[in-house]
């Protein structure tokens, strides 16, 4: 049981938006902690994808795009593409726990 | 550039212990905070310790509390993770990986390590 909840999968068609959830509680996200992601393509190291809720590292396509609101947060990915199949991973700070903390990762299916 | 490599993994039986490395270069390695995470086979991501660019605080995990110990040596740009009275579900790929500025999220990260325990 993850600190940090994601859908364990969502699917969508090439160039549609996708979105992945992030539901954190007070003592994380809605502490105001910042909320980060990582791309993980199959059989490789999770890859940054957006830090700080919404900051892109240089080299991310422009149609990755997070938000933060409340105890929640958000990945979109507009337009989709079949390279952006893999799994991806909210991740934060939890204050009781004292530890960095993950979602349970979901899987993007490009179908 | 940046680069994170591991080293260390290895079958184990439960019980016994375990030294992983992680060597890094491209980068001023003492200024900069370091993790451990893990992946057990097919699971997500787990963070399991840091330790701070000075190595004067150190932070676990729950799950290894007390069995596991972070360390670095700044002199050889190197992190070690010492895992003790492993078990079973201590099995999974272990990654290094940086901190950016102490801001708590991790920006570059290893290839990782296979750990398995089992007798």
């Known amino acids: 049981q993850s600190v940090l909840t994601q859908p364990p999968s969502v699917s969508g068609a090439p160039g549609q938006r996708v979105t992945i959830s992030c539901t954190g509680s007070?003592?994380?996200?809605?502490?105001?902690?910042?909320v980060h992601w990582y791309q993980q393509l199959p059989g490789t190291a999770p890859k940054l994808l957006i830090y700080?809720?919404?900051n892109r590292p240089s080299g991310v396509p422009d149609r990755f795009s997070g938000s933060k609101s409340g105890t929640s947060a958000s990945l979109a990915i507009t337009g989709v593409q079949a390279e952006d199949e893999a799994d991806y991973y909210c991740?934060?700070?939890?204050?009781?726990?004292?530890?960095?903390?993950f979602g349970g990762g979901t899987k993007l299916t490009v179908l | 550039q940046v680069q994170l490599v591991e080293s260390g993994g290895g079958v184990v039986q439960p019980g016994r212990s375990l030294r992983l490395s992680c060597a890094a270069s491209?980068?001023?390695?003492?200024?900069?905070?370091m993790h451990w995470v893990r992946q057990a086979p097919g699971k997500g991501l787990e963070w399991v310790a840091m330790?701070?660019?000075?190595?004067?605080?150190?932070y676990y995990a729950d799950s290894v509390k007390g069995r596991f110990t972070i360390s670095r040596d700044n002199s050889k740009n190197t992190l070690s993770l010492q895992m003790n009275s492993l078990r079973a579900e201590d099995t999974a790929v272990y990654y290094c990986?940086?901190?950016?500025?102490?801001?708590?999220?991790?920006?570059?990260w290893g290839q990782g390590t296979l750990v398995t325990v089992s007798s």
């Open positions: 990986a940086r901190d950016v500025n102490s801001e708590g999220y991790f920006d570059y």
């Open positions: 491209g980068f001023t390695f003492s200024t900069y905070d």
């Open positions: 330790i701070w660019s000075d190595g004067t605080n150190k």
């Open positions: 007070s003592s994380n996200i809605g502490a105001g902690y910042d």
């Open positions: 700080g809720n919404s």
């Open positions: 991740q934060s700070y939890d204050s009781s726990l004292s530890a960095w903390v």
